[in-house]
């Protein structure tokens, strides 16, 4: 497989959304989203407020919620393609993800303690996802293993999510309502492999980040690694 750099002076582009319109839009520690142009020039799009994005979503209206990445603060903030802020849902602790779907927005909040490096142990699981949606703001799954990226499947019938100290990716079926159905655990790893991004293929395989290691890795469907 051959790698090529792509981007430049990026400060920890964590999340990445590729376009249709051939744009390339990742996460930016200087405040918000860097656009990659096609042609390699960039936009930094950012609001006045220092927001370690972490996670984020694009929105239908071409707005951004960010995950914020704070030392002792999170929350989900909304950021307008022209640089305008605003909080979306504000008082919960260090965020790590979002992700947005048929109007429903699922959040992923790694752990409960700060700083949060003391979460990163094995066996520990505060972690957890919110729910927003008409019916309001919940907590949809608790107990997890250092909740990191989550996202619907391509069908629309599970929200994948990895825990990265539990290591392990888990499933939860989607209910009707947006609540999520009992975890089932799709694949675990073993030493050196901590799960982070993921997203899917066209044969219903996971692709899979690992922090630490370097390395990517494929989960098929019926949990095998390769």
Same mark, same amino acid.
């Given at each position: 497989?051959?790698?090529?750099?792509?981007?430049?002076?990026?400060?920890?582009?964590?999340?990445?959304?590729?376009?249709?319109?051939?744009?390339?839009?990742?996460?930016?520690?200087?405040?918000?989203?860097?656009?990659?142009?096609?042609?390699?020039?960039?936009?930094?799009?950012?609001?006045?407020?220092?927001?370690? #994005?972490? =996670?984020?979503?694009?929105?239908?209206?071409?707005?951004?919620?960010?995950?914020? @990445? %704070?030392?002792? !603060?999170?929350?989900?903030?909304?950021?307008?393609?022209?640089?305008?802020?605003?909080?979306?849902?504000?008082?919960?602790?260090?965020?790590?993800?979002?992700?947005?779907?048929?109007?429903?927005?699922?959040?992923?909040?790694?752990?409960?303690?700060?700083?949060?490096?003391?979460?990163?142990?094995?066996?520990?699981?505060?972690?957890?996802?919110?729910?927003?949606?008409?019916?309001?703001?919940?907590?949809?799954?608790?107990?997890?293993?250092?909740?990191?990226?989550?996202?619907?499947?391509?069908?629309?019938?599970?929200?994948?999510?990895?825990? #990265?100290? =539990?290591?392990?990716?888990?499933?939860?079926?989607?209910?009707?309502?947006?609540? @999520? %159905?009992?975890? !089932?655990?799709?694949?675990?790893?073993?030493?050196?492999?901590?799960?982070?991004?993921?997203?899917?293929?066209?044969?219903?395989?996971?692709?899979?980040?690992?922090?630490?290691?370097?390395?990517?890795?494929?989960?098929?469907?019926?949990?095998?690694?390769?």
């Amino acid at each position: 497989m051959n790698v090529e750099p792509f981007g430049r002076d990026l400060e920890r582009p964590e999340c990445v959304h590729c376009t249709a319109q051939g744009d390339v839009f990742v996460s930016d520690w200087r405040g918000g989203v860097t656009r990659i142009r096609a042609d390699g020039t960039q936009q930094l799009i950012k609001g006045e407020r220092p927001i370690k #994005t972490n =996670g984020f979503a694009i929105l239908p209206d071409r707005s951004f919620l960010l995950a914020h @990445l %704070g030392e002792h !603060e999170g929350g989900v903030w909304r950021l307008t393609y022209e640089g305008e802020l605003s909080p979306f849902l504000e008082d919960l602790p260090p965020t790590n993800f979002v992700h947005a779907w048929n109007e429903r927005v699922y959040i992923t909040v790694s752990t409960r303690l700060v700083p949060r490096t003391l979460a990163r142990k094995p066996g520990y699981a505060d972690g957890f996802i919110v729910c927003v949606d008409r019916r309001g703001t919940r907590v949809v799954a608790d107990g997890l293993g250092y909740t990191n990226e989550c996202k619907v499947d391509p069908a629309g019938n599970w929200l994948y999510v990895n825990e #990265t100290f =539990g290591k392990r990716m888990s499933r939860f079926a989607l209910l009707p309502n947006g609540d @999520l %159905g009992a975890r !089932e655990t799709v694949a675990e790893f073993g030493a050196g492999t901590f799960p982070d991004g993921l997203d899917f293929d066209a044969e219903g395989g996971v692709w899979i980040t690992s922090v630490f290691s370097n390395r990517l890795i494929r989960v098929a469907r019926d949990g095998s690694d390769r």
